[in-house]
């Protein structure tokens, strides 16, 4: 689905394998192993793929050749994956080449010649500057693992970051910005990191001779200026550049490679050094039991009204034999002619639980695989294309669940009901990342889809989905209508005034805290890893927090169902939709809370980006929890009124 070798995309590949000799592999399905030169078994130089570059303070990546750096033309580029090409992930071949186990120093790899008098050299360096500013990160990658960048971090730990700048600016004052160290002391002075040092760890496979797999791949960035721009010694001072400087100036680029063999290191846990040096395990157990706690007050809350007052309320009424002692109680009971009765807007409300659904199954299906590790940090796109596939091939269910209720809240119009369930909320989604598209082909950014990605995106939806959907809703109307415990009046009972605490608003804006409070350390983390690119990578934890997050849910959405059935107000449906649908809401102030104290992100573009592909997640999040909640409602109001006789 990359804009290269239109004739291979395809949306359910997620790596083509190319041939050994440049081995870019689907992780865990074929590790490579690699030869001394001169063995019988040694193969080309080992390939290093370079990827797009991103910052913290920019939501807009580039390309690795928009910066103008040392590209070869040479070698096709593997394709890219669907999950791929919607993050913006643009990998390319790099001309930083090394054989295996043989060392080199300083090599050269190209000399960039700028002359600030002509424009196009202007234009180009400028954006460099740009980069450095805004602490643009290289991400380089070697045998399919990261190449990282590790130094130390406060309490002796070590990080190691999956990227390393452009350079660094130290600005007019004096005081240097991001990775700027003591020797860059110049103010309003931009400083290259044009060299790189290089360690390749491995290890050597016991029973395959002389073969070793590559387990870590490390560098630090560096700065000189050569003596000799043409032939490059790696000596002298740092590579400066005044702000106001103007006239030639040339960048030499050069790196060094050398290799360790590691024996305490396997191949299947090569990734583990980087992923450990990311301290969030403490504080995820700390979420977990957080929530735990949350869903064990309100599972209590629920047994107590299941099995004591409610229990006690059934019992009672069963044992009325009268109509006169009937008239004389009060409570849930008084309104079982009334429960059953179609809510206002039953389309809307209907299409919104199809699109739940789809959803929901999405994001569990999504989840099982994430947590059996098929998509896993290393396999690149993976989770984006597990998941727009799984929401493509899973609108049977949608048009199966708009159109049963649908139908039991007496609508007739199937048309219209299968038509909004195929393109209502999907259109909305679709509309608004169009508009983000357009602004990132504007500002020219490696995650602007390509035009032909968006077409086959299209043909999916409308060639796959829709068709599903239709199929779902047939079998849907197809099905009698839901049938309820009880009859349905014909003239709706008069709701008596209600108190602050049962008014719907209130209502609904108290019964999104506690499912937004078992999540909102989870979704740091995930915000961290979408807007700050970290990598994310506890999928356990997430899928427990995931079922915590639907037994909240579905608890808190049938406790206040409870109070306003007793209240004599019947209008569950919507209220239990929107009541679990309003963590949604919660989880939008949150990401605005965290745009504003946590991001340094600047620009018109960015924020625009940042608040439109949020408004996205928003809107998912409250189908999903909004569904949730009407099916856990639905099931308790169902329940509860079958036990009761009436007369």
């Known amino acids: ?274 992923l450990e040096s990311m301290p969030h395990t403490n504080i995820q157990w700390f979420s977990i039991m957080n929530s735990l706690v949350i869903v064990l007050f309100l599972s209590g809350m629920v047994a107590m009204i299941m099995l004591r007052t409610l229990h006690k309320d059934i019992a009672r009424y069963n044992q009325i034999d009268s109509v006169e002692d009937a008239q004389e109680e009060f409570g849930w009971k008084l309104v079982h002619g009334d429960v059953f009765r179609p809510p206002r807007k039953g389309m809307l409300l209907s299409v919104f639980l199809g699109s739940g659904t789809q959803i929901f199954l999405m994001t569990f299906v999504t989840l099982f695989f994430a947590c059996l590790g098929f998509l896993s940090p290393a396999n690149r796109g993976a989770l984006m294309t597990c998941a727009v596939v799984l929401w493509v091939l899973l609108g049977t269910p949608a048009g199966y669940v708009a159109a049963r209720f649908y139908k039991s809240f007496g609508g007739e119009k199937w048309k219209t009901n299968v038509l909004l369930t195929c393109f209502l909320c999907p259109g909305v989604v679709f509309a608004d990342f169009f508009v983000m598209n357009l602004i990132l082909w504007g500002e020219g950014s490696s995650a602007a889809m390509p035009f032909g990605t968006l077409v086959a995106i299209l043909a999916l939806w409308f060639c796959i989905s829709v068709p599903l959907t239709f199929i779902g809703a047939y079998f849907g109307f197809k099905k009698t209508g839901i049938e309820h415990p009880v009859r349905t009046n014909q003239i709706p009972r008069q709701i008596p005034e209600q108190s602050f605490y049962t008014k719907p608003l209130p209502g609904i804006v108290m019964g999104g805290i506690l499912p937004f409070g078992c999540i909102f350390i989870q979704l740091f983390f995930i915000l961290n890893s979408i807007w700050s690119h970290q990598m994310y990578y506890m999928f356990g934890f997430l899928f427990l927090v995931f079922i915590i997050l639907v037994i909240t849910c579905s608890e808190a959405t049938i406790l206040l169902c409870y109070f306003h059935l007793c209240a004599e107000d019947y209008h569950w449906q919507w209220r239990s939709f929107l009541t679990s649908g309003f963590t949604a809401v919660y989880f939008l102030i949150y990401a605005i809370h965290y745009f504003f104290s946590k991001l340094q992100i600047t620009g018109l573009a960015s924020t625009i980006l940042y608040f439109g592909y949020t408004m996205i997640m928003a809107l998912i999040f409250f189908l999903f929890t909004g569904t949730i909640g009407f099916f856990a409602c639905f099931w308790f109001v169902t329940k509860i009124y079958s036990v009761v006789k009436v007369d």
Not at 37 to 46: E, F, I, L, R, W
Not at 50 to 77: G, H, M, Q, W
Not at 139 to 145: G, L, T
Not at 166 to 194: L, M, Q
Request: a negative charge; hydrophobic letters at 35%.
């Open 1 to 274: 689905l990359g804009r290269h070798h239109p004739n291979k995309r395809s949306v359910l590949v997620i790596f083509l394998l190319l041939h050994s000799a440049t081995s870019f592999y689907l992780p865990g399905l074929a590790p490579v192993s690699f030869c001394e030169p001169g063995s019988v078994q040694a193969g080309k130089d080992n390939d290093m793929f370079v990827n797009r570059l991103d910052s913290v303070e920019s939501v807009l990546p580039y390309e690795y050749k928009a910066f103008d750096f040392c590209t070869i033309d040479s070698e096709k580029r593997p394709s890219e994956n669907l999950g791929q090409v919607l993050f913006g992930e643009r990998i390319e071949p790099s001309p930083y080449k090394f054989e295996f186990k043989k060392k080199q120093e300083c090599k050269h790899v190209c000399t960039k010649a700028y002359d600030t008098t002509n424009a196009q050299d202007k234009g180009r360096l400028d954006f460099l500057k740009k980069g450095m500013l805004l602490n643009y990160q290289h991400h380089w990658i070697v045998d399919n693992m990261p190449v990282t960048w590790c130094y130390d971090v406060e309490d002796g730990q070590k990080f190691c970051n999956p990227g390393f700048p452009i350079g660094c600016y130290v600005n007019e004052a004096g005081r240097p910005k991001d990775a700027c160290v003591s020797e860059f002391n110049d103010k309003d002075t931009f400083y290259f990191f044009n060299h790189v040092d290089i360690t390749i760890h491995y290890h050597v496979v016991e029973n395959e001779g002389t073969g070793a797999r590559l387990v870590a791949a490390k560098m630090e960035p560096k700065s000189y200026k050569h003596s000799k721009v043409e032939a490059p010694d790696c000596t002298g001072g740092p590579m400066d550049l005044s702000n106001k400087f103007s006239g030639e100036f040339k960048i030499a680029y050069t790196y060094s490679v050398q290799f360790v063999e590691d024996k305490n290191i396997r191949w299947a846990s090569r990734w583990d050094y980087i």
